[in-house]
């Protein structure tokens, strides 16, 4: 057999075959058909007792009762299978299952009915005859109706039935009978023609309905992924502010229908900036990663937890006995954050602070919640680094006057509105005065004098202190130029000041301008938590010492300043917090401590001066344990730069006495 021939063979047989390819048509093919072929049967079964009653008379009993009710229980057992069979519940393996035993079976019900019908037409007369022929026609054009949708199996009743038809009825010789034969082929032939053509459009139908519905699906897939991004933090895969912004909503309406509280924290991370622009966005990107990871562990159904943006997080927590378990909860979401994480294999430690607003009392709607919460961690970070706190009216008020205050500090005229106080270091052994520490005051015209422990912090978050500090040294250094050598400026620099390579060199240039010999400054530098990068803080010490100035470390032992740190920053003097003078007569320790600070700066050999000095108490007990210098307002209050000119003759004429200064103790 030649190529050609085979193919056309193969061909020709993938009309019979299943679309085992296509589970698809498969399913919508026993779908379709599923509703005729109890129809089918019921054709069978009413025709084949039709025939067997017109040859009852005539016919052996076996091929007028036999045989037919055999074929008839058959077509009612698959008819009744048909009508309880549930498509839909099939998988597509099965839809297949079911075609084939369907093949199988119109093969075998074909040739039994039709060598039955076959075996009863020589029993009876012409007109009996006839009506084999008859039934025999009429009954398979029915079946290929019904078999419309499945191809194959239509075809192979055709073949099964039509065929020896034809063969049977030509041969009886007789010529309406022949006529007939040759009608039913005929008209088979035509049908056939009309099935295959509704078949491809059927298929066609099918695939194309498929091909939409998988379109459909894949765009249905894209916008579950572009709506699950629009309400995901890209980078550390928490929920995002969007995100928090809709469950506050949700949450606010479900709190409203019942008697609900429920708690609103807004987390900001201490140190963060610092990795960011010591290491790299890199790097900061990692550490959120690390940190979004570990506040993920904390998310329950309870406490939804998001990231807001930047290095802000915030958490809606829904379940709380009292005000104590949110502050437990917010303690808890601490201890992860102080954790160290790897970053880029440097160990980064991280701290965070925590504002919270409790629905009802902090707000009823989102806005409130949200900007109440915002003012506590304002707050906290203030006041208490590091801690959780629960809104309080005071801390609006604090908000709204430091919203005020950054306001009128933006629209200064800081030469004008600035000035500086001086107030006299002492050497009380000799009651000469050593050195003036330069003190900021501002006068504003919109709200009056303010407190330079309220103006500098607001000026250092909203990144103005350097224009302050620049201002208030030229200022400090103009008014020490006439001073007698012997005299020191000490001049305060605000941690981010020392943080700032720029500031740096800003005080560097402007010290060098004023014409001062540098070795008659004194920079006071605080140890603060603002301090993140500690290098930077050395740097910074070191150009200043290269300039020749002198460094004191402010405020010490109220808390920041730690030994180890004392010894690496190479400071030329250490300045006690007036916290331990206050507390001398009322407490044990401060004597000791004071004892201990003066002994650890005789050994290092840098100089000593204890701060807050009121009374002369005060004064005997600290000389007692080996204070020399100091400060205070039993020596004086901070005064002008003129009263201190009148001050300076005083002290020049009565070198052993000690400077009489009006002396307000407040
Ligand atoms: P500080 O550097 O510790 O300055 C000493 C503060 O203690 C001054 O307050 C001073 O008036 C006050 N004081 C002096 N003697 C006594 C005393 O006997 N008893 C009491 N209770 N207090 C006394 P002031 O002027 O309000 O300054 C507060 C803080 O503001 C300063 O603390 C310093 O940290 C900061 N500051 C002031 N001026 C400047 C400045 O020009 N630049 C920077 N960066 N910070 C400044
Ligand atoms: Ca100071
Ligand atoms: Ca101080």
């Known amino acids: 057999m030649g190529l050609a021939s085979k193919t056309r063979i193969g061909r020709l047989l993938t009309v019979f075959a299943l679309p085992v390819d296509d589970p698809e048509l498969a399913r919508s093919q026993l779908a379709a058909f599923s509703k005729q072929i109890p129809l089918l049967y019921a054709i069978l079964t009413i025709n084949a007792l039709g025939l067997a009653a017109t040859h009852l008379a005539t016919a052996p009993p076996l091929l007028t009762i036999g045989v037919p009710l055999c074929l008839c229980v058959a077509c009612c057992l698959r008819g009744i299978y048909w009508l309880r069979l549930d498509v839909s519940a099939l998988t597509c393996h099965q839809a297949v299952g079911s075609l084939r035993t369907t093949m199988r079976l119109v093969g075998l019900l074909g040739a039994a009915f039709t060598a039955w019908s076959l075996s009863l037409y020589p029993y009876g007369d012409v007109l009996a005859q006839c009506h084999v022929a008859f039934y025999m026609s009429i009954t398979v054009i029915s079946c290929i109706l019904c078999l419309m949708h499945l191809r194959g199996a239509a075809l ?90 809709a469950r506050l909503d949700e949450t606010i309406v479900a709190a409203a229908l019942g008697p609900m509280r429920f708690a609103v924290a807004l987390l900001d991370l201490d140190g963060f900036k610092s990795v960011n622009d010591v290491q790299g966005h890199a790097a900061g990107d990692e550490l959120l990663v690390q940190i979004g990871r570990r506040l993920e562990g904390l998310a329950t159904r309870k406490a939804f937890v998001a990231r807001l943006g930047g290095d802000e997080f915030g958490v809606i927590l829904t379940d709380f006995g009292s005000d104590s378990d949110i502050i437990a909860f917010g303690q808890e979401m601490l201890g992860l954050l102080r954790a160290p994480c790897l970053v880029k294999e440097t160990m980064v430690a991280i701290a965070g602070s925590i504002g919270v607003a409790i629905y009802p009392e902090a707000g009823l709607t989102a806005e409130d919640l949200f900007e109440r919460a915002d003012y506590a961690l304002y707050y906290v970070k203030q006041t208490q680094k590091g801690q959780v706190v629960i809104f309080s009216e005071n801390h609006e008020d604090i908000v709204r006057r430091n919203g005020r205050i950054e306001q009128a500090l933006r629209r200064a005229d800081l030469e004008q509105e600035l000035e500086m106080v001086y107030q006299p270091i002492i050497d009380t052994m000799t009651n000469r005065v050593l050195a003036f520490e330069a003190l900021a005051r501002w006068h504003s015209p919109d709200i009056g004098q303010v407190n330079p422990q309220i103006f500098l912090p607001i000026a250092e978050r909203r990144q103005l202190i350097g224009q302050v500090t620049e201002t208030l040294l030229a200022k400090a250094l103009q008014a020490a130029k006439p001073w007698p050598r012997h005299v020191t400026l000490c001049f305060n620099l605000s941690a981010c000041d020392v943080m700032s390579p720029a500031t740096m060199a800003a005080v560097q240039r402007i010290v060098l301008a004023s014409g001062i010999e540098p070795s008659r400054v004194e920079f006071e530098i605080t140890e603060t938590a603002a301090m993140e990068d500690f290098t930077q803080v050395v740097t910074s010490i070191g150009q200043l010492r290269d300039l020749g100035a002198r460094i004191a470390l402010d405020d010490f032992g109220s808390g920041f300043s730690s030994l180890g740190r004392l010894l690496l920053l190479r400071v030329d003097k250490i300045k006690i917090d007036k916290s331990f003078v206050s507390e001398i007569g009322h407490s044990r320790t401060a004597p000791s401590i004071i004892r201990s600070v003066v002994g650890l700066c005789e050994d290092l050999g840098i100089d000593c001066v204890v701060e807050g000095v009121e009374t002369e108490f005060q004064r005997a007990i600290l000389q007692g344990l080996g204070c020399r210098s100091m400060q205070g307002y039993l020596f004086s209050k901070p005064i002008s730069s003129s009263n201190l000119a009148a001050l300076l003759v005083e002290d020049g004429r009565a070198t052993k006495a000690r400077p009489r200064i009006p002396v307000t103790l407040p």
Do not use: W
């Open 156 to 245: 192979l009743l055709t073949a099964i039935v039509v065929t020896p038809f034809t063969i049977f009825f030509i041969c009886t010789g007789d010529l309406v009978l022949i006529a007939i034969a040759v009608n039913l082929v005929l008209v088979t032939c035509g049908l056939i023609a009309m099935m295959m053509r509704n078949y491809n459009d059927f298929a066609g139908l099918i695939r194309s309905r498929k091909i939409l519905l998988d379109r459909q699906q894949e765009m249905q897939i894209l916008s579950d992924e572009n709506h699950r991004l629009a309400y995901l933090d890209v980078l550390t895969g928490l929920p995002n502010r969007r995100s928090f912004l």
